[in-house]
């Protein structure tokens, strides 16, 4: 018996899956009822993110969201457990997922593929020591042009995991090129086996592109009712053709009182694997 036993883990993406910062409303008993949750002893919050840990802190106060007890940043490239408000990098984990690289950083990755077409360098403070990023068009070739990333990466003995979104508020496609070891999902996984934590006692929540890899694989998961009609889609074949169909559910709403929108989504998602859940916020209101 670990002193993890019995919790519940909830892996939670940011941006409009936590953070109401999309187009659809955020019902309003969602984010106090979220905040109750994970206040709770047996609960703990892991932000697993596209954003570092600067960006990180901005969302917790801009959107007054918990501080959690794990981050998973950097689209699963950089791990920290939080103890007393301080931030604890986990140097292993970098460690591991390095060699996929072949030795190489994000200024040498970049200068592999800088001349094609449609790919613009994101800014400074969006790069990762693991993750080298990029505005693409919304509409681009993705096929074709990921096809061709990979291939110029092989020919250099870069093993990388290529990870497409699409920000819809902002109406540009983000494309982030990671170490192939690293995902949302291999950075979940190795959190809950470090933190002796129980995966029948973890949900992971999402909403975009960079989410699939932890939705869709063993570990149980949501997608919130704000996901666009092509991620919902995306999601259903992956979990199927992995044979997890059992292990991603789909947010509806009308889930007491809420549209399950963001974090109403959340807390429906964990409440369908963890029923006993719903007592620990169904007395919160607005
Ligand atoms: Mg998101």
Known sequence: MSAADGAILICTDLDRTLLPNGSQPESASARPRFRALAAHP?????????????LVDEAIAEFNIPVP??????????????????????HDWQQQIAAS????????????????????????SKQGPYKLSYYTPEDWDRPTRLAEIESRFEREGVAANL????????????LDVLPAAASK????????????LDDERTVCAGDSGNDLAMLTGPINAV??????????ADAAGLAE?????????????????????????????????LPESVALWAGVEP
């Open 101 to 124: 690289w072949g030795g190489r950083d994000g200024p040498a990755l970049h200068a592999l593929i800088a001349d094609m077409a449609g790919l613009l360098l994101q800014e400074p």
């Open 42 to 54: 047996d609960v703990r919050i892991a932000y697993v993110t596209g954003r570092h840990h600067a």
């Open 223 to 232: 997608l919130v009712a704000n996901a666009a009609a092509d991620v919902r």
């Open 241 to 273: 053709a992995a044979g997890y169909t059992d292990r991603l559910y789909q947010a509806t709403g009308d889930f007491h009182g809420m549209n399950g929108c963001y974090a109403a989504g959340i807390l429906e998602g964990v409440a369908h694997y």
């Open 69 to 90: 007890d794990y981050l998973i940043g950097d689209v699963g490239t950089s791990i920290y457990r939080v103890e007393d408000d301080t931030w604890l990098p986990e």
């Open 185 to 196: 999902l291999s950075a979940v996984q190795w959190l809950i086996h470090h933190q002796g």
């Open 163 to 174: 990870v497409w979104s699409l920000d819809e508020h902002a109406g540009t496609g983000l």
